[in-house]
């Protein structure tokens, strides 16, 4: 006969952890809170995906059905209550979350600010009313250029689209820059010591002398810097 | 409160020295109080120019360093007795110089005088950027030849970029002064013509000085130009070009060495 004693098995261990939950505390009325909700799950989709969240009902008075209708309204919206606090034990069916209590406020992170900056459209074209210095170098690789003033010698404009002067250019244009052959410069009169279109460039001594102190508009053919007048 | 006017050009040799000398001058003969400034650290004139040579004690560097105090510094002119002189080191260089010291010494002198004229050494580098930093009113030496033309549009790009006032928002006010101008080298073609200059710096017109020989005889004798002769061309232009500093509307003419030729021109407003 066996008289070997079972050895005792050790009684559960249980550890203690604590978590950060969102609370959520329903106001009076509850159907705008809950729109308060779609619109920042508008903002920021799935914002409370994976988030334990807790339900404070304490500034609410709602029966168990109203309680009910409430867990169903936020699991529409992919919102699942972790426990709710604020409340007498008798509120709460079975099939609900549990009661939880002693929960103490933490910061917890926000759901991203609106982002203004993508709804207005980025500037493509540029503006300088005032001539461009020697020695200064205007680099807009976005778009258009427009200078209303002369361009001096020395000084540079690097567009991603067009450049258009109206004034002298003494200087150096270069449009086109990202690969934009039907980018084109303007200029009102032409003294310039390099123009380029996309990378074909062309220098002050490649100009034709017919084209002195007229308005001139130069385009890529092909691969060819073509300088015409325009008048 | 002080006015301060930076006198610069970023070409060298163009006519910085003998304008500061002879605006600050005129300045004074005008009633103001005037103090004029050499940043020129390493390669001082405006003391010679001024006839002041033999009496530098102290200079900017000591007094924007603290070693000296600005009375100390200060030389006054023995002619006019409202023109002062802030002279250059001839010791040290440009590095000497720093912001926060230059900024000190002009604002102790805004106090105490009407105009601080600041001699500004020629180029783009410290010593031209620290004349400018704290000026009010700019007066762009030119040459009316293609070199001086191109560095003084340098220059005015600097002027509205790098200086205190730019940098808050607001403009520095400017005036280019021709100077050296030849009306018969300019009518052959062999000198840029007074509306060529204009039209590529695009900034309002202060005065046209003939070029001459007197301004080497004044800085020989170390005077400013508008005291040693003031019958000569230059003298009466820089008289003209100062008067329109202080806001008289003055018809626009280039002095001639012979009487009765005159070209007259419109002021003109860029």
Redo the contacts between chains.
């Keep these: 006969m066996d008289t070997q004693s079972e050895p005792v098995r050790p009684a559960l261990r249980l550890r203690g952890r604590s978590y950060v939950a969102f609370v959520f505390a329903p106001v009076v009325p509850i159907v705008d809170w809950l729109s308060d909700i779609d619109e920042t799950l508008s903002r920021s989709p799935g914002f409370f995906v994976g988030k334990p969240v807790v339900l404070d009902l304490s500034a609410v008075d709602l029966s168990r059905p109203a309680i009910s209708h409430l867990l169903l309204s936020l699991e529409k919206r992919n919102i699942r209550v972790l426990a709710i606090e604020g409340v007498d034990a008798t509120a709460l069916a079975s099939n609900m979350p549990p009661l939880i209590s002693g929960g103490r406020s933490c910061p917890v992170q926000q759901p991203a600010e609106d982002k203004k900056e993508s709804r207005t459209l980025p500037p493509t074209s540029l503006l300088l009313d ?2 461009v ?4 170098s205007i680099i807009f690789p976005e778009g258009d250029v427009t200078v209303v ?2 361009v ?4 540079e404009i690097v567009a991603g689209g067009s450049i258009h002067i109206y004034g ?1 250019l ?1 200087g150096r244009a270069m449009a086109g820059i990202n690969g934009n052959s039907a980018a084109r410069i303007y200029c009102q009169k032409i003294e310039a010591e390099l123009l380029a279109i996309d990378g074909f460039y062309r220098t002050a001594e490649e100009f034709d002398a017919t084209l002195r102190n007229r308005h001139v508009q130069a385009w890529l053919e092909g691969e060819t810097l073509r300088i015409t007048p325009l008048n | 409160m002080a006015k301060v006017l930076v006198v610069t050009s970023g070409k060298g040799g163009v006519g910085k020295t003998t304008s500061t000398a002879a605006i600050g001058a005129a300045l004074a003969q005008n009633g103001k109080r005037v103090a004029v400034v050499d940043f020129d650290v390493g390669l001082r004139n405006l003391d010679l120019v001024m006839g002041a040579e033999r009496r530098v004690v102290f200079d900017l560097i000591n007094v924007a360093q603290g070693i000296a105090k600005l009375p100390q510094a200060l030389i006054r002119d023995k002619r006019l007795e409202n023109l002062w002189l802030l002279p250059a080191s001839q010791t040290r260089d440009k590095d000497a110089l720093t912001d926060e010291g230059v900024g000190r010494v002009i604002a102790e002198m805004r106090s105490s005088f009407d105009y601080i004229v600041c001699d500004s050494p020629a180029g783009i580098e410290r010593g031209a950027m620290l004349a400018m930093r704290f000026a009010d009113e700019a007066v762009i030496v030119t040459n009316p030849e293609v070199s001086s033309v ?2 003084s ?2 220059i ?3 002027l ?1 970029s790098r200086t205190v006032k730019a940098e808050k928002g607001e403009q520095v006010g400017k005036h280019i002064l021709i100077t050296r101008y030849d009306a018969a080298r300019a009518a052959r073609g062999e000198m840029l013509g007074i509306e060529d200059v204009l ?2 710096l ?1 900034v309002p017109l202060l005065g046209i000085i003939p070029e001459s020989q007197d301004v080497l005889r004044a800085s020989n004798v170390g005077s400013p130009v508008t005291l040693n002769n003031p019958a000569s061309a230059p003298a009466r232009a820089y008289a003209d070009a100062t008067k329109r500093l202080l806001g008289e509307t003055i018809a626009m003419t280039v002095p001639s060495e012979r009487k009765g030729l005159m070209n007259l021109l419109r002021r003109r407003a860029a």
């Design positions: 005032s001539p210095r020697s020695g200064q003033g002369s001096a010698s020395g000084a002298t003494r | 191109r560095d549009d340098r005015i790009g600097m509205d039209e590529i695009a």
